[in-house]
């Protein structure tokens, strides 16, 4: 049986301090606080063996999603909600590199490729949440560029 484990990040990019009390850390976006939670929910596939999700109000720009596979091969696909919208560059190159190199710095993470428009594949042992993590801070990095294309 899985039960659902809240894990809930306040970034804060203005000022990154890192300061980890009982899984919380603190960002700052610009000189609003946006507060984004990261859930470990019951798969939805019976594919799957791990699922998380981010949830905040506005999920075309930092909605993700991260699903562990029953593959020894490719284990994770990560579902960045944001690179479906993103067409134009530079915006485009600078979202897609980014989550890619962000993967790819993962202790643990052997392999990051795109697989798709908005899914990455990822292998190694790198967990689903610190998978979240690194997806959201390249989102938040990019945010107010990535809010202002999408709601163009």
Not at 17 to 37: H, P, W
Not at 38 to 62: C, G, K, Y
Request: net charge negative.
């Amino acid at each position: 049986m899985y039960f659902k484990l809240g894990l809930l990040l306040v970034f804060t990019l203005s000022s990154i301090t890192n300061a980890i009390e009982t899984n919380y850390m603190s960002f700052k976006v610009i000189s609003n606080s946006i507060t984004v939670g990261i859930n470990q929910t019951a798969p939805d596939d019976e594919r799957h063996l791990e699922q998380w999700v981010s949830d905040f109000p506005d999920m075309d720009i930092l909605g993700i999603a991260a699903y562990k596979f029953d593959e020894s091969e490719s284990p994770w696909g990560i579902y960045v909600y944001a690179a479906e919208f993103i067409r134009e560059d530079p915006l485009e190159s600078q979202l897609h590199k980014g989550i890619t190199d962000a993967l790819e710095k993962l202790p643990g993470v052997t392999k990051a490729f795109q697989e798709d428009r908005e899914v990455w594949i990822i292998t190694g042992s790198a967990t689903g949440q610190e998978l979240m993590e690194a997806c959201l801070m390249k989102l938040l990095e990019l945010y107010p560029e990535l809010k202002k294309s999408i709601r163009e």
